[in-house]
């Protein structure tokens, strides 16, 4: 039973445009979500989160939207950069449960 | 800078061997996670710790044990080394927080199991 879902394995964006990385979950006590970043033969980043009371996060060129309604989150990354090409890890955490649970990812590929 | 430190970034045993896969954080974190990272299925949690002496179980406990007898220690122990866990080790730690706080992760450990 998937909790966390990335159902694009990879996304291929030229370089300046925008990426949008999708996310959709089933358990309803997620309270917490967050966003990794994993380049090969590293660990993963963190890259940024948000919590249920909000809707949307920014940090810099990172924006996370949360979409409480449809179980729903998306990364955008605008503009696209080639060091941006990685493997993004969704996550899900709730309550007082400091488990995260993680999507299966997707591999962002950005062309110059 | 927090900093998760595992002993090795690619190691090679033998099945059937006992296998220990170390861990250090240098940031005080009170808790501590072993994942796998395998093609196709994402992150899964292995153990974690959320204290000394402390363990609970993760998704996939089978064929693993874990030991922490300090802070910023923690340890994978595979029992009986199979082929089928041969994979990407990664360890990680964090706060102990009402609201999950962000996990620093180390650069992992590629076990290959003959």
């Known amino acids: 039973d998937q909790q966390v879902k ?16 999708n996310c959709d979950y089933t ?10 970043k994993k380049y090969p033969a590293e660990g993963p980043t963190f890259l940024i989160s948000i919590s249920s009371i909000k809707d949307k996060n920014e940090d810099g060129r990172f924006t996370v939207f949360l979409n409480k309604s449809a179980k729903h989150l998306s990364l955008h990354i605008v503009p696209s950069q ?13 309550g007082s449960n400091y488990k995260l649970t993680f999507g299966k990812g997707t591999l962002l590929t950005v062309n110059p | ?10 190691l090679v045993k033998r099945t059937g061997e006992k296998v220990f896969l170390e861990c250090v954080q240098d940031m005080d974190h ?16 292995i153990y974690f710790s959320y204290d000394v002496k402390m363990k609970e179980k993760g998704d996939i406990p089978e064929g693993y044990s874990v030991s922490r ?11 009986s080394a199979s082929t089928n866990q041969t994979s990407m080790y990664l360890c990680a730690s ?13 650069d992992g450990t590629r076990l290959s199991i003959l």
């Open chain 1, 82 to 94: 080639p060091g941006d090409s990685a493997v993004y890890f969704c996550a899900a955490s709730g």
């Open chain 2, 30 to 45: 009170e808790n501590m996670f072993w994942y796998r990272q395998d093609p196709g299925l994402g992150l899964r949690l």
């Open chain 1, 6 to 21: 990335q159902n694009s394995p990879s996304l291929s964006v030229q370089e300046g445009r925008i990426s949008i990385l």
């Open chain 1, 27 to 36: 358990n309803s006590m997620f309270d917490y979500f967050l966003w990794y």
């Open chain 2, 94 to 106: 964090s706060l102990l927080s009402a609201q999950g706080p962000p996990q620093h992760f180390g």
């Open chain 2, 69 to 79: 007898e300090k802070k910023e220690r923690f340890s994978l122990i595979l029992e």
């Open chain 2, 1 to 10: 800078d927090v900093k998760v430190t595992q002993s090795s970034r690619y």
